[in-house]
């Protein structure tokens, strides 16, 4: 059995939570302060639904604040990418040489600043194309079925922690381990930088990007550029295919971001098209069509009265 912290009690920390209790693992929620440690002690503990919503089985999980002493073997971090830092500072004190700690977020950044901020810790970044969403607090509902790649953020090509993918798998998380995780999350990154922003600037589903088409290949090609300056020549050999094909895979999809502004929530834009910005100009790699892009993208924000970065 083993021992797992989960910090972001959210969409996919609750989904995360419940399915490794299923399996009889030591579970523990690390909530934000008292408040939250109330509002969760009040519920029937984390909820967990089918798609449908037909089902919903409850799991008692315990839960703690930051400040607990207990050290933490598995961390799985499970918030948005700009609170990631914040949140991993609260319990950095409690991760030893032997920790390991899973990076849920989406977009790039969030996770070398963390690697960064634990250069002892083992810290493993995960790329995942499952769907889960709130239908309250605590419940989470099991939106789409999905994979989860998962990899060393620091490329030293080491096997997998002992059992890990195994007792993911076992838990009903389906997973898969990688020693190229940035080619993933770069790849998922350049297909956002072009999906997301525009399905939010046009309003609109995946599917009907399919009438901007000079737009989203002239963007597919500043970003091949900027993916070749950045190391990653696979993903840019078929970057344009691979944006079309889940422009028309899933057409009727609202992308992350533009159900983030329909729900006057922040976005993690920063972590996105921000990121890709930052890293053009970091490696001198104009990409003008992506930064005005960016500038769109903020000012539709800005005019929602949601942050910017
Ligand atoms: N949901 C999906 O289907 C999905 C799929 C693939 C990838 N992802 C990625 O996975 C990440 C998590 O997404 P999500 O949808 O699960 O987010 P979410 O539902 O917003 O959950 C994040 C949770 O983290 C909590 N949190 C933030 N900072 C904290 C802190 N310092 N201490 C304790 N709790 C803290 C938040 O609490 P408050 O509510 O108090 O802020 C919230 O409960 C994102 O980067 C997302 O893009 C999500």
């Given at each position: 059995?083993?021992?797992?912290?989960?910090?972001?009690?959210?969409?996919?920390?609750?989904?995360?939570?419940?399915?490794?209790?299923?399996?009889?693992?030591?579970?523990?929620?690390?909530?934000?302060?008292?408040?939250?440690?109330?509002?969760?002690?009040?519920?029937?503990?984390?909820?967990?639904?089918?798609?449908?919503?037909?089902?919903?089985?409850?799991?008692?999980?315990?839960?703690?604040?930051?400040?607990?002493?207990?050290?933490?073997?598995?961390?799985?971090?499970?918030?948005?990418?700009?609170?990631?830092?914040?949140a991993v500072s609260q319990v950095a004190q409690r991760l030893t040489t032997n920790s390991v700690v899973i990076l849920l977020q989406n977009g790039l950044g969030s996770q070398q600043a963390i690697q960064t901020m634990l250069p002892q810790v083992r810290c493993l970044a995960a790329s995942s194309t499952e769907g889960a969403y709130l239908a309250e607090p605590f419940h989470s509902v099991f939106a789409g079925i999905g994979h989860t790649v998962l990899g060393d953020?620091?490329?030293?090509?080491?096997?997998?922690?002992?059992?890990?993918?195994?007792?993911?798998?076992?838990?009903?998380?389906?997973?898969?381990?990688?020693?190229?995780?940035?080619?993933?999350?770069?790849?998922?990154?350049?297909?956002?930088?072009?999906?997301?922003?525009?399905?939010?600037?046009?309003?609109?589903?995946?599917?009907?990007?399919?009438?901007?088409?000079?737009?989203?290949?002239?963007?597919?090609?500043?970003?091949?550029?900027?993916?070749?300056?950045?190391?990653?020549?696979?993903?840019?050999?078929?970057?344009?295919?691979?944006?079309?094909?889940?422009?028309?895979?899933?057409?009727?999809?609202?992308?992350?971001?533009?159900?983030?502004?329909?729900?006057?929530?922040?976005?993690?834009?920063?972590?996105?098209?921000?990121?890709?910005?930052?890293?053009?100009?970091?490696?001198?790699?104009?990409?003008?069509?992506?930064?005005?892009?960016?500038?769109?993208?903020?000012?539709?924000?800005?005019?929602?009265?949601?942050?910017?970065?």
């Amino acid at each position: 059995m083993m021992t797992w912290h989960i910090l972001g009690a959210g969409s996919l920390g609750c989904l995360w939570a419940a399915r490794l209790a299923t399996q009889k693992h030591r579970v523990q929620l690390i909530l934000r302060d008292n408040a939250a440690l109330a509002r969760y002690q009040a519920t029937q503990g984390i909820g967990l639904s089918d798609a449908q919503r037909q089902h919903t089985t409850y799991y008692p999980i315990a839960a703690q604040l930051a400040s607990d002493a207990q050290p933490i073997e598995y961390l799985l971090l499970a918030c948005k990418a700009y609170d990631a830092q914040t949140a991993v500072s609260q319990v950095a004190q409690r991760l030893t040489t032997n920790s390991v700690v899973i990076l849920l977020q989406n977009g790039l950044g969030s996770q070398q600043a963390i690697q960064t901020m634990l250069p002892q810790v083992r810290c493993l970044a995960a790329s995942s194309t499952e769907g889960a969403y709130l239908a309250e607090p605590f419940h989470s509902v099991f939106a789409g079925i999905g994979h989860t790649v998962l990899g060393d953020l620091q490329p030293n090509a080491q096997a997998a922690p002992a059992n890990l993918i195994e007792t993911l798998n076992t838990a009903h998380i389906p997973c898969s381990w990688t020693n190229q995780i940035a080619q993933d999350l770069w790849r998922k990154l350049a297909i956002n930088c072009v999906i997301n922003p525009l399905t939010v600037i046009y309003n609109c589903n995946n599917g009907a990007l399919s009438a901007y088409p000079e737009q989203v290949n002239t963007l597919c090609a500043e970003l091949q550029q900027l993916l070749h300056a950045a190391g990653q020549p696979t993903t840019a050999s078929d970057l344009t295919e691979r944006v079309w094909h889940v422009i028309n895979s899933t057409a009727a999809n609202s992308s992350s971001m533009r159900q983030d502004v329909h729900k006057q929530r922040r976005s993690e834009i920063s972590f996105i098209t921000g990121f890709a910005c930052a890293q053009s100009l970091a490696l001198e790699c104009p990409t003008p069509a992506l930064h005005a892009l960016h500038q769109q993208l903020q000012n539709m924000l800005h005019a929602h009265g949601l942050p910017t970065t």
